[in-house]
């Protein structure tokens, strides 16, 4: 038998070469393994793309809108109160210290938006002055809200410090009087008619007492989901008062802002909007005409203004444009379509103190010196009532004609 010899090396070799291989082969079976994994995973949870890019965009924005408000000479006239990310989009609310601030703010942000080149921008004045707001302005692309700020009014802080005793002034000499200029001059020849709109009547019957005392012409708007709105409308037809629907329409920051009960929105059907409206007619008797609460998504919306104003032509009934936005195609729609039409040209109480309300009534009287018709919308705010009580009886006496809404429409 011959002999084998043995190959030290040879074996030393084999022993390291057999457990390297297997652990090589290990390694790739659990890349294998592990690779698989990770794309059925991936598969499972594939992110929005969309989304996540709307999402960048919206960061993007928000921080150079940031950086524009705290840059001159916005750093200096108000500051940025409040500032989030909801879901995909975000909001910042920017508080100025008048009403002058409040518009160089408004530009200078649609200006930067628009100069983008790609955002549609949307603005919005509220019907309602809530915590200081004033207008809201929206920035979006394609269906995809990117961003909303919100431009507000610093109300003066009130004093809680005790007043120290004043040091007697001087004696001065006493000037001669001076004659304060009449704000409400009696009109000029070819004045127009002022109509004024007083919007959501139906919560407070003291309220629409008071200005059913005034007794001049006024057109009352009645919401149709208010709890008084059947007993208000009695009480204004009884006294031979206007009446008009109220009628409640899709704003632009809908749905975090809610319209009400019976809106119309954007995108229903014929049938839908010939149904809502028919409603909010039937909870507001006697309307001669329509003019919209909120709305300024709806009204910017030929076709959601185009079924509307079907329904109303089929009900002979006139339309009012609040004019709630700047985009609004609501009065330029009804007159194409032959519906009497007329719109808005000053709100009274967009800020809320007697001194602005009575401002806005100025401006009102000037612009009736200028055009057949000045119309005017309100609310039923103490202040208002409080300006329209102690000067349109006095101007009545003076020559100026009011009238009814259904006498501005053409």
Known sequence: MPKTSTNPKVVRTGAIVRPVCLFVLAALLA???????ISCRDEQTKPDIDQERSKKAALLLAEQTHSLLERAPLDRSGQIIHSEEKGDFCSLTWEGSSETDLIVAEKVIVDFWRGLGNLDVKIEYPDHAK????????????????????????????????????????????P??????????????????????IDDIGFNMAALDKLLRINVPLTYSVLPNAPEALRAVEKIHSHGGEVMLHMPMEPLSYPQTDPGQGALLVGM??????????????SVPGAKGVN???GSAYTANSEGMEKLLVVLKEQDLFFVDSRTTIDTVAYKTASFMGVPCAKRDVFLDHYITFKNIKNSLVKLSRKAGRQTTAVAICH???????????????????????AYASEAVK
């Open 176 to 197: 001669s009087p001076k004659k304060k200029k009449d704000p409400f001059p009696a009109p000029g020849p070819g004045t127009g008619k002022i109509v004024i709109i």
């Open 131 to 174: 915590r200081g707001e004033r207008i809201r302005l929206f920035a979006s692309t394609g269906d995809r809200m990117l961003m909303a700020v919100s431009l507000a009014r610093k109300e003066a802080p009130k004093s809680t410090q005790t007043p120290t005793a004043a040091k007697p002034p001087a004696p001065q000499p006493t």
């Open 292 to 294: 919209n609460h909120m």
């Open 380 to 402: 039923p705010h103490p202040e208002t009532i409080r300006v329209l009580s102690r000067y349109l009886p006095e101007m009545e006496k003076k020559g100026h004609r009011f």
């Open 269 to 282: 059907t014929q049938a839908e909007v010939r149904k809502r409206v028919l409603a909010g007619l039937k």
């Open 31 to 37: 890349c294998f393994v592990s690779c698989n994994y």
